[in-house]
């Protein structure tokens, strides 16, 4: 003789209730791992993104000092492009230390081309 339904529902309802106990903060904590390793990356993304326009700027910036300040020192130069580069990434809600800064304006000088020498004078 079959179990009539109403047990059959019951004992359905009950293992699906056990079921689900036991799943749903399984798949929670899998949920919850999951964001954490891609927030990261995505973050590591967004952050190479950010540098990347950081870089930019700075370079912008070196070249456009070089080319206009021609009668200022390494200093007053300096100074101006990462006055430059601090207001944009004020602007872009960008942080990133003046350490980092300077070294990305230190490289970014030292890819400009040397400068030529004078010619020498005739004799």
Known sequence: MLPSPDIVNHALSTAIYA???VAIPILGWSARNWLE???DK???VIHANHL???MQVVDVG???AEQYMTTADGKSKKAWVINLAQNYMASKGIM???ATLEALLEASVFQLPAAS???AAKA
């Open 19 to 21: 079921l689900l106990t």
């Open 96 to 98: 990133l230390d003046l």
């Open 117 to 119: 020498p004078a010619p």
């Open 52 to 54: 990347e326009a950081v």
């Open 42 to 44: 995505a973050q590591a």
């Open 62 to 64: 070196v070249q456009a």
């Open 37 to 39: 390793a891609n927030k």
